[in-house]
């Protein structure tokens, strides 16, 4: 049963930059989490359902045209959850129709939080940690435009990889 996600993939040099700060306050799963905006959380699927999602995912990027993200300044999610991240201070209303429209049909699910589109920097750590990425990344700042999204496929041996990408239909 394969493991999948969905996600908005952040472009060089940022995936590297957010990838290797992740790495260096000591967030280990960082190699293994290529840097992105998750759409889908990891969803396991029948071994027959990957075909069926591959068809959903690329009609509901008809649905949805390009858009640019601008990423500045962290948040988290404590106390609920020891997340440390860089926020979006635009695109957020675009990822949220975007996450709508590839979250229907054989992607449908229940949220454990609610739907929040933002770039994990830290995950799992001591609070001295988090507090360090939360303050250091403070003044992060980046933007892009989003013209596809990509489905991811986990491997225990080498972790989230991309396996798929859909193109958004051109912005007006």
Request: proline letters at 8%.
């Amino acid at each position: 049963m394969p493991t999948i996600g969905v996600a908005v993939a952040i472009p060089e040099p940022w995936a590297t930059e957010l990838q290797d700060y992740r790495t260096s306050v000591g967030d280990a799963t960082a190699t293994m989490i290529p840097t992105h905006i998750t759409l889908v959380p990891p969803t396991e699927l029948d071994d027959d359902g990957l075909a069926i999602v591959v068809e959903h995912l690329a009609r509901a990027a008809e649905k949805v045209p390009a858009f640019t993200v601008h990423l500045r300044g962290t948040g988290t999610f404590r106390p609920v959850s020891p997340v440390v991240f860089v926020t979006l201070v635009r695109g957020i209303s675009e990822c949220e129709l975007l996450a709508d429209a590839v979250r229907q049909g054989p992607l449908a699910t229940d949220l454990e939080f609610p739907f929040h589109p933002h770039v994990t920097v830290a995950h799992h750590l001591d609070d001295d940690r988090l507090d360090q990425a939360f303050a250091e990344l403070s003044g992060f700042e980046c933007k892009f435009d989003v013209h596809e999204f990509h489905l991811y496929v986990h491997d225990t041996e080498h972790g989230w990889r991309p396996t798929q990408k859909f193109q958004l239909c051109p912005a007006d």
